[in-house]
């Protein structure tokens, strides 16, 4: 769910920013000069009851926001900001769904080991079996001859 929600948002963050860079260049081209709409400006024109929710995080983060951040984040096109938000997005699920398919990939090479050793078990013969599963009753009564399973 996390990876999907992920993805989705990405996406929507990469839409907006080629909605931002088309819109840039549309009034760039009418009005024969390049005109690159900030972050800063885009900030000013959101209304202040929708931003209410992240007021806390701002004053959280204080001198790093006022200092660092807000300065050179506020300067940058809106659309870089949103295409390299929506690319961290999208790549940063890859990298994870990446390693859940190599992990998951090991589970089944395990589970096919298990499944083969149990085939290997029942193709023994009868006597064999049964003097087999007395070696691992004898095996289980010793304490110091663990089997690992």
Known sequence: MARLLSRFIGLISLT??????IYDGARSFMNQTVQISSVGSTWENIPKSWLAWLQPVIERLGDVWHGDIQPYFLKQPVW?????VGAVLIWAKEEVSARARRREALHN???DLEKTVAELKNAVDPPL???LKAIERKLEQMPQMRRVA
């Not at 907006?16 to 860079?21: D, G, Q, R």
């Not at 870089?80 to 390299?84: R, W």
């Open 80 to 84: 870089l900001v949103l295409a390299i």
């Open 129 to 131: 079996q049964k003097r």
């Open 16 to 21: 907006a920013a080629l909605t931002y860079f």
């Open 109 to 111: 090479r395990v589970g």
